[in-house]
T-cell receptor, first 111, second 114 residues
Framework: GQSLEQPSEVTAVEGAIVQINCTYQ??????LSWYQQHDGGAPTFLSY????GLEETGRFSSFLSRSDSYGYLLLQELQMKDSASYFC????????????FGSGTQLTVLP | GAGVSQTPSNKVTEKGKYVELRCDPI?????LYWYRQSLGQGPEFLIY????????DSGLPNDRFFAVRPEGSVSTLKIQRTERGDSAVYLC????????????FGPGTRLTVL
């Protein structure tokens, strides 16, 4: 089986940095994907880590450590529009293998 | 270009009824996925199509759920004898091919079974 654990809620202020952690227990782990979902909206792809290390995309960075079964999403220079749910998922970003999602972290950015 | 579209956006039905949910993937995408998302949870995989065939239907909860993609583009998720527990947002995603590309999600259909 597969399971991914994330904190249910995180709160931070505008302009700050926030880290959302994800630990996983999976068989046949492919890599760690991150998706953002605003209320009532579609999940949108943010990043994917196939290998250990840090991937940076603008204000967002994602990290993976396979030896620790752990990853995180780092959001810098937080903006109000970043308030959303963030999901980590096991699965290559578009492989034939289906994505297995964590239960999501609700990020609230305060002014 | 246009993204993944799903219709209807909302569907309210009564327990025991039959419903069909439609997904139009991004043009040219050969891979199509259905997920179900309950409130406060992440999407849960239901079925994956590669072209016209269901390559993996291991996530379908029972035989009341069925999906088709007859021409390798539009897909329909069909639910028979709906139950209150089927209430959820049903998400569709597509990707260009089955190996390397990002899954792009549609906005979902919110199904409410009364």
């Amino acid at each position: 089986g597969q399971s991914l654990e994330q904190p249910s809620e995180v709160t931070a202020v505008e302009g700050a940095i926030v880290q959302i952690n994800c630990t996983y227990q999976t068989s046949g782990f492919y890599g760690l994907s991150w998706y953002q979902q605003h209320d009532g909206g579609a999940p949108t792809f943010l990043s994917y880590n196939a290998l250990d290390g840090l991937e940076e995309t603008g204000r967002f960075s994602s990290f993976l450590s396979r030896s620790d079964s752990y990853g995180y999403l780092l959001l810098q220079e937080l903006q109000m529009k970043d308030s959303a749910s963030y999901f980590c998922a096991d699965g290559a970003s578009g492989s034939a293998r289906q994505l297995t999602f964590g239960s999501g972290t609700q990020l609230t950015v305060l002014p | 270009g246009a993204g993944v579209s799903q219709t209807p956006s909302n569907k309210v039905t009564e327990k025991g009824k039959y419903v069909e949910l439609r997904c139009d993937p991004i043009s040219g995408h050969t891979a199509l996925y259905w997920y179900r998302q309950s409130l406060g949870q992440g999407p849960e995989f239901l079925i994956y199509f590669q072209g016209t065939g269901a390559a993996d239907d291991s996530g379908l909860p029972n035989d009341r759920f069925f999906a088709v993609r007859p021409e390798g583009s539009v897909s329909t998720l069909k639910i028979q004898r709906t139950e209150r527990g089927d209430s959820a947002v049903y998400l569709c995603a597509s990707s260009f091919k089955d190996t390397t590309d990002t899954q792009y999600f549609g906005p979902g259909t919110r199904l409410t079974v009364l």
